[in-house]
């Protein structure tokens, strides 16, 4: 089976709703309350052996990390994450002890970013921990950033640095809701996406939506330290991690060229945000290299599909 | 581990919040919109091998059942059914036939009750299905009706058949979300639930929830023919599986004797519609025989963790 090709079958199905200004194929849907106030959902599922192993992680981090992919798609958005609510299956023989330490990795999350976890699901079975969070958000009285309206000529702009998450960030990393309401608040932003099957796999899902395409600059890539600890195991480079490892869950967003450069000004981030690209008519993601050498990147990442 | 009592652990870890008026312990949570609109929520997960066998069933049937069990949470709370979100875990070598086949079974029934799905997450792994659906509902102007407002003197009233739902109804029963919203919207109910634990478990959990207790008419229980069909294979009588059996989804009410004979009077159901008991004072259940012989039932059914 192809995952996006499926998606977009699903997508097809479905008659177009007016009370749901963004459906399938976004970071959150959104749905109409009243006036413009909007509700977003997002749903996200973690699958023991798919996205962790519980010999490398403890109970705490796992629920933290369920939480986290959720509050990070509505980040997403540029929006407000409100409530979850948490469905687990568990092993059958499943200690009292793990599962409440699951639950207070989430709790520990959910106060930190002011989200209340108001109801779920526990079911069991012989072979898997999987977790499903759904959360919604609230809009603020902002429009949603999604993933479509990027334009010809804007800036690309990412926060943190990338690659690597395997070695650690991918159960660390503190979801972006901050960064993303006040970038959607105080800047004119055009389109947006978390980085979870890796930059140029989000890249191309941004351009997709769009019909358009990118030139990244090799050398202003934030490549992380992690990455670059991975290189010397692997083989592969440093920045060919930071362009293609999944889970760093860093925004990545577009904007006109004089807006990014306001954010650069702004002083309003603690975090690092780096302009690596720009977006452009023709199709593709090219990589401009400190020597002026273009070459093609060829779209991969990760694929849960083979 | 204990799945009830790990539950009320979770709900007392957390502060009540004043724009929450039900949150974990019910068949859906409510949150407050403006006025007296609500917007309700819940979440399924199903697991092979748990809730379904692929070899025993079409990915058609799974796909409607993931939809209906979160139908029937919100039939439960006397409210409509609008939207869904749906996280589907697949067998990595899972065939796109298999996926849309999957797909059409919820949207089907999706269709049928007018509920839009509106996005959702697809992962994998190498050995099991899973599917979440987290469902959103809406009160209508009404007051969503609770597990835990049941009163000493109440009518115990249920929908349709009990018993034996594992020769088919597990996969093809019908959400009773027209009855459910019927009911609250005609008549004064004091608590409901469906039924997927069994009826005397969640009859328990009604009355858990409001410190009451329960006689039940065992001549007035409506033992479904499947019930009949079962018990002569498992040798356990065909009350014992209405009693007990898991995943009837039929709906559990109490409500004044008084409103309990305006429903039996209304002619507004074509669903069969029995009182089978009513609520005491002493806590427990208790069975009384066509005889006059009173026993007591031990408060059995589906329980996840062994």
């Known amino acids: 089976m192809e995952e996006f090709s499926?998606?977009?079958?699903?997508?097809?199905?479905?008659?177009?709703?007016?009370?749901?200004?963004?459906?399938?194929?976004?970071?959150?849907?959104?749905i109409k309350m009243n006036g413009k106030k909007l509700c977003l959902i997002t749903t996200d599922m973690l699958v023991e052996g798919t996205h962790f192993e519980l010999k490398k992680t403890t109970p705490g981090q796992v629920g933290r990390k369920s939480l986290a992919c959720s509050i990070s798609d509505i980040a997403a958005m540029g929006?407000?994450?409100?409530?979850?609510?948490?469905?687990?299956c568990f092993h059958r023989e499943t200690k009292t002890r793990f599962a409440k330490d699951l639950f207070l990795g989430m709790k520990k999350i959910a106060d930190e970013f002011n989200i209340k976890i108001i109801g779920g699901d526990i079911v069991s079975n012989k072979k898997l921990l999987v977790i499903n969070v759904a959360?919604?958000?609230?809009?603020?009285?902002l429009r949603p950033v999604t993933r479509s309206a990027s334009r010809v000529g804007d800036a690309l702009m990412v926060t943190g640095t990338l690659g690597g998450s395997i070695v650690r960030k991918h159960l660390t990393?503190?979801?972006?809701?901050?960064?993303?309401?006040?970038?959607?608040?105080?800047?004119?932003?055009?389109?947006?996406?978390?980085?979870?099957?890796?930059?140029?796999?989000?890249?191309?899902?941004?351009?997709?939506?769009?019909?358009?395409?990118?030139?990244?600059?090799?050398?202003?890539?934030?490549?992380?330290?992690?990455?670059?600890?991975?290189?010397r195991k692997t083989g592969l480079s440093a920045l060919d991690h930071a362009l293609h490892d999944g889970e760093d869950y860093e925004l990545l967003f577009?904007?006109?060229?004089?807006?990014?450069?306001?954010v650069l000004d702004?002083?309003?981030?603690?975090?690092?945000?780096?302009?690596?690209?720009?977006?452009?008519?023709?199709?593709?993601?090219?990589?401009?290299?400190?020597?002026?050498?273009?070459?093609?990147?060829?779209?991969?990442?990760?694929?849960?599909?083979?």
Chains 1, 2 share one sequence.
Request: net charge positive; aromatic share 8%.
């Open 254 to 262: 577009t904007l006109s060229q004089k807006e990014s450069e306001k």
């Open 79 to 88: 929006c407000s994450a409100k409530y979850a609510v948490v469905s687990i």
């Open 173 to 231: 990393f503190k979801p972006r809701l901050r960064e993303g309401l006040m970038l959607n608040k105080k800047f004119k932003l055009h389109a947006m996406i978390d980085i979870s099957d890796g930059l140029v796999a989000d890249l191309q899902h941004i351009l997709a939506a769009s019909g358009t395409g990118a030139e990244l600059y090799e050398d202003k890539i934030p490549v992380s330290p992690d990455a670059k600890q991975l290189a």
């Open 6 to 30: 499926f998606i977009k079958w699903i997508k097809n199905q479905q008659k177009r709703d007016k009370n749901v200004p963004i459906d399938i194929g976004d970071d959150c849907a959104s």
């Open 266 to 306: 702004s002083g309003f981030f603690s975090t690092r945000i780096s302009k690596i690209g720009y977006v452009k008519k023709s199709m593709g993601i090219e990589l401009q290299k400190s020597n002026g050498e273009i070459r093609r990147i060829k779209p991969i990442g990760y694929e849960h599909f083979k």
């Open 135 to 141: 959360m919604l958000g609230e809009n603020n009285g």
